[in-house]
């Protein structure tokens, strides 16, 4: 049974930090690429960064240079280091599993005030 959790959401101020992570159990995690999704509300969900099984890293243009997807194949683990944090960057962060059917995670709230 494929299983992600995040944590590491919360509340912080423009230009902090936060680092998210994605725990995997039940798939095979080295194998799998990795993409870290938000939703704000009233907003679709889209992708904001993604890391291939052999650490290829791609991101969206609005968190290039500011944000920072990494992963632990031992711990079985994605993270999501985010830098100088906007308002706009507030939404519920999913972890995705490029797995044959797909997987997510529940979710982690980040808020972000002026």
């Known amino acids: 049974q494929v299983q992600l959790v995040e944590s590491g959401g919360g509340s912080v101020q423009a230009g902090g930090s936060l680092r998210l992570s994605c725990a995997a159990s039940?798939?095979?995690?080295?194998?799998?690429?990795m993409t870290w999704y938000r939703q704000a509300p009233g907003k679709q969900r889209e992708s904001v960064a993604t890391?291939?099984?052999?650490?290829?890293?791609n991101y969206a243009d609005s968190v290039k240079g500011r944000f920072t997807i990494s992963r632990d194949n031992a711990e079985n683990t994605v993270y999501l280091q985010m830098n100088s944090l906007k308002p706009e960057d507030t939404a519920v962060y999913y972890c995705?599993?490029?797995?044959?059917?797909?997987?997510w995670g529940q979710g982690t709230q980040v808020t972000v005030s002026t």
């Open positions: 995705y599993a490029h797995t044959s059917r797909g997987a």
């Open positions: 890391i291939t099984s052999r650490s290829i890293t």
């Open positions: 039940g798939i095979s995690f080295s194998i799998i690429a």
